[in-house]
């Protein structure tokens, strides 16, 4: 696979290729920009099959680069530095980042979901250009990459998500399946929470919105719109009442 660094700071990306080089010798380095308009021509000059782009370019930054590239084939990885609403956005929409200083086991693992054809789609990329320019709070969609395709929801759409060790179920309210996606429910915990979700069982996170009923009796659970009966563990009774102001 070739892959192209984007970066404005040549020690990051001499980092960067020295990393792939000695844990990545699948990857073939086929050319490197040190920002917004040299990274521009250059991937309308090669082809390739990753890009590694860091977010804060000196001339501009990654997602103007993304939206004045258009349409690519190539995947996406961001190596940044970014603040954790940057990080935020970008797992909003799905994608994948390393943190810098880049860590060789997640470089490994982002390689390796390359090597299992997880894509990258243009609404993924328009969706974090969307996560990126709102704040937090006015946050509406969210991109779940499942096994075979990449789910856009509404998030007042999502009525509850499940956990099963590493993968996270998604039940909706507008008749689809259930989407599975290899996330943990720690991850959209962190995510979901300032738009009204609550974790109330370890295995369990709620949309507040499509709760209809809290029963106290049988140790506690939350009756749902879709008329499921979700567990309230003793220890998250707390922070459920604290949400609906009961506390």
């Known amino acids: 696979m070739k892959a192209i660094l984007i ?13 792939i080089a000695r844990w990545c010798p699948q990857l073939e380095i086929a050319g490197e920009a040190s920002g917004m308009v040299e990274g521009l021509q250059l991937l309308r000059s090669k082809a390739c099959d990753v890009v590694f782009l860091d977010i804060q370019l ?5 997602f103007q680069l993304l939206e004045q ?7 996406i990885i961001f190596t940044t530095g970014l603040d954790n609403y940057g990080i935020r956005a970008i797992k909003f929409s799905a994608l994948d980042y390393l943190l810098k200083p880049v ?9 390796k979901k390359l090597e299992n054809h997880q894509t990258t789609s243009a609404e993924n990329l328009r969706l974090f250009t969307e996560q990126y320019k709102q704040p937090a709070q006015n946050l509406h969609r969210l991109a779940l990459n499942s096994a075979d395709r990449v789910h856009v929801v ?4 999502i009525i509850r998500c499940e956990s099963d060790r590493n993968y996270t179920t998604f039940y909706l309210n507008n008749n689809t399946k259930p ?3 290899t996330r943990t429910l720690k991850e ?18 709620i949309n507040l919105e499509h709760l209809k009923t809290f029963m106290k009796n049988d140790g506690g659970y939350a009756v749902m719109s879709d008329g499921t009966n979700v567990p309230v563990s003793v220890r998250k009774k707390e922070d459920l009442l604290k949400a609906l102001g009961l506390s």
């Open 7 to 19: 970066d404005d700071s040549a020690d990051a990306r001499q980092a960067l290729k020295a990393d």
């Open 58 to 62: 000196g001339d501009g930054d990654g």
């Open 188 to 205: 959209y915990e962190d995510l979901l929470e300032p738009s009204g979700f609550v974790r109330v069982h370890h295995s369990h996170l």
């Open 154 to 157: 509404h998030i007042n759409h």
């Open 69 to 75: 590239l258009g349409n690519t084939k190539a995947q």
């Open 103 to 111: 860590d060789p086991d997640e470089l490994i693992a982002a390689v």
């Open 179 to 181: 989407i599975v996606v």
